[in-house]
């Protein structure tokens, strides 16, 4: 049986939508597999790294076939730690509220840690990228408020589910699962949510 990891993106605990349906997400899921493992990273709890000039150029050092001494080999030993706590997992859901038309900046700094050469990617000078997050599965919860499919331009763009779904696929996770919740300002929220839910719901069972 895999192991599930939840990524959760909202900084708002109860209060959050997109955890919210996480969480029906994840009562179905354990209701189905009596014993799974289905562990959390709540990416605003304070054990995910900064990416700053250390981390940056330990990752050139990488990129240059050296390896990071000092303050970078401090920085890069937390990347590294981070990144294998995500990949000793082969299922992921993540909830994902849109920010500004994008990902919470949290979300982007979770990518802009753990995308790091011969853990994510690696690359070839004619080949180009090689996927290296093969053979796992996700399942990601998308919620907005103003913004819908179907909306016009006035109501915001879609850079959220846009960009995340770029990054999963160049990571080699292309088997992905979406519910999604967008009541819009003049939506029926119950209904949406109802619909998000149950989404949540058969997705979990089979997942």
Do not use: C
Not at 78 to 95: I, K
Not at 179 to 207: C, N, Q
Request: hydrophobic share 40%; net charge negative.
């Amino acid at each position: 049986m895999g192991k599930l990891l939840h990524v959760s993106a909202s900084p708002r605990g109860p209060e959050s939508i997109s955890l919210g349906i996480a969480g029906t997400f994840l009562d179905a899921y354990r209701a189905a597999r009596p014993g799974a493992v289905a562990d959390h990273f709540d990416l605003w709890d304070g054990t995910l790294p900064e990416f700053g000039p250390a981390a940056a150029g330990a990752k050139m050092s990488v990129f240059a076939g050296r390896s990071p001494e000092g303050e970078q080999a401090a920085a890069w030993d937390e990347v590294v730690r981070t990144f294998e706590r995500f990949a000793s997992y082969d299922r992921y859901l993540f909830s994902v509220p849109m920010w500004n038309a994008g990902v919470p900046y949290k979300l982007k700094q979770f990518i802009d840690v753990i995308s790091q050469p011969a853990m994510v990617f690696g690359v070839h000078p004619e080949t180009g990228y090689e996927h290296l997050l093969t053979g796992k599965r996700a399942a990601v919860v998308y919620t907005s408020a103003v913004w819908g499919p179907g909306l016009g331009p006035e109501f915001g763009s879609d850079f959220h589910s846009t960009f995340f779904e770029d990054w999963l696929r160049w990571a080699g996770i292309t088997d992905i699962r979406r519910i999604r919740f967008h009541p819009t300002l003049t939506g029926d929220y119950e209904v949406e949510r109802k619909r998000a839910d149950e989404r949540a719901r058969e997705l979990a069972r089979t997942f």
